[in-house]
């Protein structure tokens, strides 16, 4: 099975700093990753998927890079409604795997 | 409107069964794999299950391999998950999800004496 390493696990934060989220993947995956922002009470809502594509109707100001093992989420100007818990998964494999999650604080 | 809606959550025993459906509408649903994804109480998703176009390839999480059953009605549009022996840990918000990057809402299931 892939595994998904996401970090950090907790990021505190201010409106308006550039975020920068990782994930780490146990085996080349290729571009086969997304991310997806879940708030509580939430279902995931995907932001980024083939590791860079954006998600029709999610800001610009979230963007994702990399390829084979280490992929980024980048938040360029962190918003009020971004704080949130945020997931990469890889879909490389038919058994799916997510990361374990970063927690986006308000500083 | 694209989306999926689960059903069939509820408080069950443990050892006791349940069968979770998700309605599919406003995409080709038979164009899509689909999966079972759940969320315990304050963790993270974990991926269970997932099920090809034409359910020819079916895959299951180590942890419920054996014990649940996922399955698909592309007339109907539908999407099934069929729990047998559950335990206090299947304890979780159940979410469909499709290929096409569609989520459900949720059902949660309960597994408590």
């Known amino acids: 099975d892939i595994q998904m390493t996401q970090s950090p696990s907790t990021l505190s934060a201010s409106v308006g700093d550039r975020v920068t989220i990782t994930c780490r993947a146990s085996?080349?995956?290729?571009?086969?990753l997304a991310w997806y922002q879940q708030k509580p009470g939430k279902a995931p809502k995907v932001l980024i998927y083939?590791?860079?594509r954006l998600e029709s109707g999610v800001p610009s100001r979230f963007s994702g890079s990399g390829s084979g093992t280490e992929f980024t989420l980048t938040i360029s100007s962190l918003q009020p409604d971004d704080f949130a818990t945020y997931y990469c998964q890889q879909y490389y494999s038919y058994f799916l795997s997510f990361g374990g999650g970063t927690k986006v604080e308000i500083k | 409107e694209v989306q999926l809606v689960e059903s069939g959550g509820g408080l069950v025993q443990p050892g006791g069964s349940l069968r979770l459906s998700c309605a599919a509408s406003?995409?080709?649903?038979?164009?899509?794999?689909m999966n079972w994804v759940r969320q315990a109480p304050g963790k993270g998703l974990e991926w269970v299950s997932s099920?090809?176009?034409?359910?020819?390839?079916?895959y299951y999480a180590d942890s419920v391999k054996g014990r649940f059953t996922i399955s698909r009605d592309n007339a109907k549009n539908s999407l099934f998950l069929q729990m047998n022996s559950l335990r206090v840990e299947d304890t979780a918000v159940y979410y469909c999800?499709?290929?096409?990057?569609?989520w459900g809402q949720g059902t949660l299931v309960t597994v408590s004496s």
């Open positions: 083939d590791a860079s």
């Open positions: 406003g995409f080709t649903f038979n164009n899509y794999s």
């Open positions: 999800a499709s290929e096409n990057r569609v």
């Open positions: 085996q080349s995956i290729s571009s086969w």
């Open positions: 099920i090809s176009r034409l359910s020819s390839y079916i």
